[in-house]
């Protein structure tokens, strides 16, 4: 099970996260968010993937970035078009496109981004594009259709760990290919809690996670 921590925003706490060995992390380019990245990001691991999160920011903006930051990815939290997708793929990085669910889902909508991206993530539908902090009902996806590997987000913290686990022993998690961790591991905005990462990791590989 892969884990994303998304939402890095201080030097120091990067590196600290980094120590921990996620598989991505996330670093946020939306000036309206309060986790909203304008710094450097400081040398980490190179198995850990720096992934650059936009709504609905233009292609230019998001390749400056791309080579600014020297990202591996890109996660897409807006109304994106799969022609823009297509356009980052062509960069050779990692296409995530975000869905947002609440308690229901037409996963029609995923149809044109099939050939376009790598991997869906779906958060929770709320006032803002993402980081809203709790989660949505996950028995909608078990009328997933598709065959590609998705991210679980929203809202996912320590006190979901259970939920989680039971989660992942359904059939309608066998695509899950990651979990994406934010608001419910911070201290303040951007501030990640280390101990409380490390907790939640642990809990997974004892349960025979890989993450
Ligand atoms: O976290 C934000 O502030 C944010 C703002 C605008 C777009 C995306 C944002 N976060 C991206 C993420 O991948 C979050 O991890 C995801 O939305 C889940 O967050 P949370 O509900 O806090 O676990």
Redesign the pocket.
């Known amino acids: 099970m892969k884990l994303?921590?998304?939402?890095m925003k201080l030097e120091h706490n990067i590196q600290d996260v980094a120590v921990l060995q996620p598989s991505y992390m996330?670093f946020?380019f939306?000036e309206?968010?309060?986790?909203?990245f304008n710094g450097n990001i400081p040398e980490i691991s190179e198995n850990i993937k720096k992934i650059g999160?936009?709504?609905n920011a233009t292609f230019d903006f998001i390749r400056g970035k791309v080579e600014k930051h020297d990202l591996q990815g890109v996660?897409l939290?807006?109304n994106e078009s799969p022609e823009l997708c297509q356009r980052l793929k062509d960069l050779d990085i990692i296409v995530i496109k975000?869905f947002s669910i609440k308690n229901q889902f037409d996963f029609k909508v995923l149809e044109p981004y099939e050939e376009v991206c790598d991997l869906y993530?779906f958060?929770?539908k709320?006032k803002?594009?993402?980081?809203?902090?709790?989660?949505f009902n996950w028995n909608v996806l078990k009328k997933y259709p598709s065959a590609k590997p998705y991210?679980l987000?929203?809202?996912?913290?320590p006190k979901e760990i259970d939920a989680i686990l039971l989660f992942l022993k359904r059939p309608e998690s066998h695509l899950c290919f990651g979990l994406?961790?934010?608001?419910?591991?911070?201290t303040a905005?951007?501030l990640k809690d280390v101990s409380k990462l490390k907790a939640f990791k642990q809990q997974l590989l004892a349960n025979n996670y890989e993450a």
């Open positions: 994303k921590v998304c939402g996330g946020i939306y309206k968010s309060s986790r909203y999160v936009f709504v996660q939290h807006g975000v993530l958060d929770t709320g803002e594009p993402g980081g809203n902090g709790y989660v991210f987000s929203g809202g996912l913290g994406d961790l934010n608001s419910k591991f911070e905005a951007g």
